[in-house]
């Protein structure tokens, strides 16, 4: 067989997988998560923190709340962490909370991973993706930040913005803005 041919047979098995596959999903009630949408309600999420605490989004209210889903496997996360930690603590005082929700499977990694790169705002375990799922991510990491009434204010796809540790200008400006001044 010439790989002209064996191309087109696979390319013939995939066409006619993929309508079988997708009613598999429909049948068993699959489907993609819908993005929450500005100003909506953020979805809510209850999850064990890496201390054992279960912490539950709807006991922020009142505060602004930074949610960042990020993995101990991805490069951009971990390069984006030491800003958040700043964020963190920089903005605690004007009731900004930061939570960092680890999609990793494996806990003990994300345990392991602190202990060497400790941050200063909480995590929280999402083994098995049900928060991206939930908030429609499409990969790691993104942030969402939650205004004070819970609503779903902006959202970051990829690192937030920073140069070195520092948070950059549109961050500070759109952290500034959900806080009040």
Known sequence: MTRGTGLRFAAIGIALMAPLMMAALVATGCKPAAAPSTGELAP??????????TRKLSNYRGKVVL??????????????????????????????VVLGIAG???????????????????VLLDTRGVIGTQYGITGYPETFFVDRQGRLRNKIIGPVPHQGAEPGSELIR??????GG
Do not use: M
Not at 44 to 53: A, D, K, M, N, T
Not at 104 to 119: I, K
Not at 174 to 179: A, N, V
């Open 104 to 122: 990793d499977e494996d806990t003990q990694l994300v345990r392991d991973f602190l202990a060497r790169s400790p941050v200063k705002f909480e």
């Open 44 to 53: 809510e999420f209850v999850l064990p923190s890496i201390g054992g605490q």
């Open 67 to 96: 949610v960042n889903l990020w993995a101990t496997w991805c490069p951009p996360c971990i390069e984006e962490l030491p800003v958040l930690s700043r964020i963190a603590s920089d903005y605690a005082d004007r009731g900004l």
């Open 174 to 179: 759109t952290i500034d803005e959900l806080l």
